[in-house]
């Protein structure tokens, strides 16, 4: 009975770590409309990727790392970050990102 219960202890403190990993992961990128997605991620987009966002066109995040284009759960995290250069925090959920935090990142030059 106590390998039993030592063994299902271990794997549901192994699944909480694993969950733990998934939920907190950063991603650094662009802010832009659906409709543009990667060839609107740089620096001097922000008044159209703006204008498409308030128009109704869903926000996506473009990642600096590798052009991915995320599509978000929960937009309204990123309305007053239209054309902005981000790191979010967020976790993945149907292939989406679910954030949890955003904050401005700096521009490499």
Not at 22 to 45: L, P
Not at 48 to 63: D, F, N, Q, R, Y
């Amino acid at each position: 009975m106590k390998k039993s219960f030592a063994a299902i202890l271990a794997i549901f403190l192994l699944a909480s770590v694993v969950a733990f990993a998934v939920d907190g992961t950063t991603y650094t990128g662009w802010v832009v409309d659906e409709k543009c997605g990667a060839k609107g991620a740089h620096a001097g987009a922000e008044s159209c990727a703006k204008k498409c966002i308030e128009s109704g066109m869903p926000p996506v995040l473009v990642t600096d790392s590798d052009k991915a284009v995320w599509h978000i759960q929960n937009p309204d995290a990123l309305k007053n970050y239209a054309g902005k250069h981000v790191t979010v925090t967020a976790s993945v959920k149907d292939n989406q990102l679910v954030i949890t935090n955003v904050a401005e990142a700096e521009v490499a030059k």
